[in-house]
């Protein structure tokens, strides 16, 4: 359903709990965002949850607008300049819609009035995701080759090297088939 004068004039009305004036325009199959300007500027909070909106953008001026409630929408773009339209905005809601990442929600930073924001990233459920299709590292095998390579070590230098290795997120001997710990730390500090 087109976002129409008459249909924000039809639609409920009313002093939410925290004394907001909101307008309801929940579930109405809305596309896109157009016409608010018919609102005259008369709400604190509009709720346009469960419509089809797929980009955050197309707002009239309006000033007096703080709450802000897109949740079960199809979302995945926010326009740019979002704070020229909504210069007071401080809350919006917008779980289950069909962003995926953090960096999808840039376009906000320059609202310099958002105080909350809840987001949560679209996508299939963590079940429905593929596994990993090799083997992770073993922690034991792991542990094992550090507690050999410190009781080899003959020398305070052999000991530093074991410590940059462990500091490069390498576990001496687990990288190489023959695991030779001498030549790993021979090769460190050759620098190869």
Request: hydrophobic share 35%; with cysteine.
């Amino acid at each position: 359903m087109k976002l129409t004068a008459d249909l924000i004039l039809q639609s409920p009305q009313y002093t939410n709990a925290l004394r907001d004036r909101e307008l309801d325009l929940r579930g109405y199959k809305i596309p896109v965002i157009e016409n608010l300007g018919a609102t005259l500027d008369q709400f604190d909070t509009i709720d346009m949850s469960e419509n089809d909106i797929r980009k955050l953008e197309g707002f009239a001026l309006l000033k007096r607008l703080k709450s802000l409630l897109l949740n079960n929408n199809r979302i995945c773009r926010i326009a740019e300049h979002l704070e020229e339209s909504l210069p007071n905005l401080e809350t919006i809601v917008m779980t289950s819609n069909n962003m995926q990442e953090l960096k999808d929600l840039d376009p906000l930073k320059s609202v310099k009035s958002l105080q909350y924001l809840r987001f949560v990233p679209g996508g299939p459920p963590v079940g429905t995701r593929p596994l990993p299709s090799k083997p992770l590292p073993s922690p034991t095998k792991d542990i094992a080759a550090i507690k050999a390579a410190i009781a080899n070590a003959r020398s305070l230098d052999e000991v530093q090297r074991l410590e940059m290795l462990l500091k490069a997120g390498q576990v001496p001997g687990g990288n190489k088939p023959n695991n030779n710990v001498d030549e790993e730390m021979e090769d460190m500090s050759n620098g190869t």
